[in-house]
């Protein structure tokens, strides 16, 4: 059946030009608006599967403004606009849109456009309806099982982090006067959880039963709604309460919910999270679909009335023919910030569906591990998991690698060859420095995530395949495509769920879990019995920045506990004042650079004679005369940032 879309756009010839180039390639223009006005009517007739907005209308109201409402009907949106400015720019971005195409534009553009926007919400659609199925079904057995109400309500809360991420969680219930009982959980790792009930919350936040009372009913009840940003401070002006909570936990966004409870109980919630734009309209429309189970949950383990009974996972479609029922699994991930609880939260979200991930963060970061993780976490996980470095492979190789070659397809080829995608059949396939893949190769990489299959390199049929595949790299593809380096199709199709890691600068309470975790590993593997690092190290390493990351961080440990001659690593090899170039350690005591030192040297100043260029003529690859991998892995291991020039 034709995709029916709404046109918005104020200018009738170009309104009129879009409607010939969508009805030409078989969609249905099932409205045209020129203001907000317009186009909500026509979505309360028509209701589009899909929405081409232009952002400056007619009426007052703008595209953007729209943008609003489209989002809570769940139709997804492509703006189609003139160059804007800057700021609305910013704006446009903020409302998520599944594409922006800027006038003028060439008809392929729009059709492909459209093509990945319909194949990214149906991903989205899909992986939210597992998730929530998943939730429901947890729920359930939270009810049934065998515990105390404290160890039910404990489980709840844990099972509430994977549908909406939260640092402080607190569950009111409130049986009216003189019946307040609260039940809060304060995260304190991945799946570590400090309860605070209500005496210890009259504890911490110094009041007593009756302020509880009044302060919950002086305004501090609960609405459906969330506060973030600048709205979370104004907020905390008004409710003491929260206030306290603020300042106590060190929160900075909110989303407070009432569930649908019977008689005369009211349950509120209370998600509280560190993030400073944690909560939007998204979160207060899911927990609208969950409100029915979270309740009836609730209120099973309490012992409370309840009227209705929640929607079960009956209810919905078998999204996918792989087992959903994985538990995350975080292998090596060492860590317990917030920021690196969120990428947990992530991994398990985006887990069991199948769609495509891209990971972004610098080099060093944990990428590689963080897609064994989605791997391993899927109901792929008994499947292969193959990993291609694009960066290290040159382009003459790189199609036959991935694809494939039939015997005699080239000179050389004197056997068939059968490529990562082919091993990665029913597993993933993880892309990793997709940044770096050829430009002529991107289009047949898309056609393959568009088709599920592949051709061999002088291969006479397609073969089809079914592979997940997560992608990762350490440039920033929003530059790279403006610069004519990265098909935007190609980042739209992968950039269905995207994973940003936090560099390690930005999760120093980190450092100290990892540096135990690296001498540990060290130990094992060197021999060696180091019981820890000494203050005056540790103060280092959580001054230093860290521009290569984790493993820049491994390295320096594991040079540590190499050299190391007493049971503790006195100092780590620290860059001297961020200078990556000169290193003062034990091992340079004497005055002398180690070896790693003089390698890390020699590569940067090759790095820079050719101006960062690896690969090629010219590259520092062969100034150095080693095989480009070769000095791409040295380049990694050595924590030699891509930027440092
Ligand atoms: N959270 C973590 N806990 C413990 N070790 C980690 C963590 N994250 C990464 N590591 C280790 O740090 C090193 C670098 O990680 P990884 O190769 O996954 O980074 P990357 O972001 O993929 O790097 P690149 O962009 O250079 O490919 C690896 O040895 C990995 O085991």
């Not at 549908?163 to 569950?171: C, E, G, R, T």
């Not at 910030?337 to 947990?344: A, D, G, M, Q, R």
Request: proline share 3%; hydrophobic share 40%; charged share 25%.
């Amino acid at each position: 059946m034709a995709l029916k879309v709404l046109i918005v756009e104020d200018q009738f010839i170009e309104a009129n030009n879009l409607e010939i180039m969508l009805e030409e390639a078989g969609y249905l223009v099932c409205g045209m608006a020129k203001s907000v006005q317009e186009a909500i009517k026509i979505i309360d007739a028509r209701t589009p599967d899909l929405a081409l907005v232009d952002i400056q209308l007619k009426g007052g109201l703008s595209g953007i403004d729209l943008a609003v409402i489209l989002k809570q009907r769940n139709i997804p949106f492509i703006y189609v606009s003139a160059n804007s400015d800057h700021a609305t720019l910013i704006k446009a971005k903020a409302t998520q849109p599944y594409g922006f195409i800027v006038k003028p534009f060439r008809e392929r553009d729009l059709i492909v456009t459209l093509e990945i926007a319909q194949y990214r919400h149906e991903n989205s659609l899909d992986a939210a309806l597992i998730r929530e199925d998943k939730f429901r079904k947890s729920l359930q057995d939270i009810v049934k099982m065998e515990g105390s109400v404290t160890d039910k309500m404990h489980q709840i809360s844990k099972t509430m982090q994977a549908i909406l991420p939260y640092d402080y969680l607190a569950i009111c219930i409130d049986k009216g006067r003189e019946a307040i009982n609260l039940m809060s959980y304060l995260r304190a790792g991945f799946e570590e959880y400090q309860f605070i009930g209500l005496e210890e919350f009259q504890v911490i936040t110094k009041t007593n039963f009756v302020e509880l009372y009044v302060m919950q009913y002086a305004g501090e009840g609960t609405e459906r709604s969330f506060f973030i940003c600048d709205d979370f401070k104004n907020m905390l002006g008004k409710f003491k309460l929260r206030k306290q909570i603020a300042d106590k936990f060190m929160v900075n966004s909110l989303l407070t919910y009432p569930l649908d409870c019977s008689g005369y109980t009211n349950i509120h919630l209370y998600f509280y999270s560190r993030r400073t734009d944690a909560y939007s309209s998204d979160q207060v429309a899911l927990l609208d679909r969950l409100n029915a189970s979270i309740s009836f949950a609730i209120c099973q383990v309490l012992g409370l009335d309840i009227q209705h009974t929640p929607y079960t996972t009956a209810h919905h479609k078998k999204l996918t023919g792989k087992n959903t029922n994985t538990a995350p699994v975080f292998e090596g991930i060492v860590g317990k910030s917030h920021l690196l609880l969120n990428v947990f939260d992530h991994i398990t979200q985006v887990a069991p569906a199948d769609t495509a991930v891209l990971i972004l963060g610098e080099s060093g970061t944990g990428k590689e591990r963080v897609a064994h993780s989605i791997h391993a976490s899927s109901g792929r996980k008994e499947g292969p998991f193959v990993k291609v470095n694009c960066a290290a492979l040159p382009s003459s190789l790189i199609e036959s690698e991935l694809f494939g070659h039939e015997k005699g397809a080239f000179t050389g080829a004197v056997n068939k060859h059968v490529g990562k995608f082919e091993r990665a059949h029913q597993g993933t396939i993880f892309l990793d420095e997709i940044g770096d893949m050829p430009y002529e190769l991107q289009a047949k990489l898309l056609r393959v995530l568009q088709e599920k299959e592949i051709e061999r390199i002088a291969g006479n049929a397609p073969i089809k395949i079914d592979v997940r595949v997560i992608a990762a790299t350490n440039h920033n593809l929003e530059k790279e495509v403006a610069a004519g380096r990265f098909r935007l199709d190609l980042y739209y199709r992968l950039n269905v769920f995207p994973i940003t890691l936090p560099s390690l600068r930005e999760r120093k309470d980190d450092i100290p879990l990892l540096i135990d975790h690296f001498i540990s590993g060290f130990n094992i593997r060197l021999g060696k019995n180091v019981t820890g690092i000494s203050a005056r190290g540790l103060k280092d390493a959580m001054e230093y920045n860290w521009p290569g990351n984790i493993r820049e961080l491994e390295n320096l440990v594991e040079r540590a506990v190499l050299v190391s001659q007493a049971n503790h690593i006195k100092r780590l090899a620290i860059p001297v004042s961020g200078n990556a170039e000169t290193v003062a350690d034990e091992s340079s005591a004497n005055g002398f650079k180690s070896i790693v030192q003089n390698e890390r040297d020699h590569i940067l100043n090759a790095l820079k004679k050719c101006k960062g260029k690896v690969w090629g003529a010219g590259g520092a690859a062969e100034l150095l005369n080693l095989p480009p991998s070769t000095l791409n892995s040295k380049i990694r291991k050595l924590g030699i940032r891509r930027d440092f020039t």
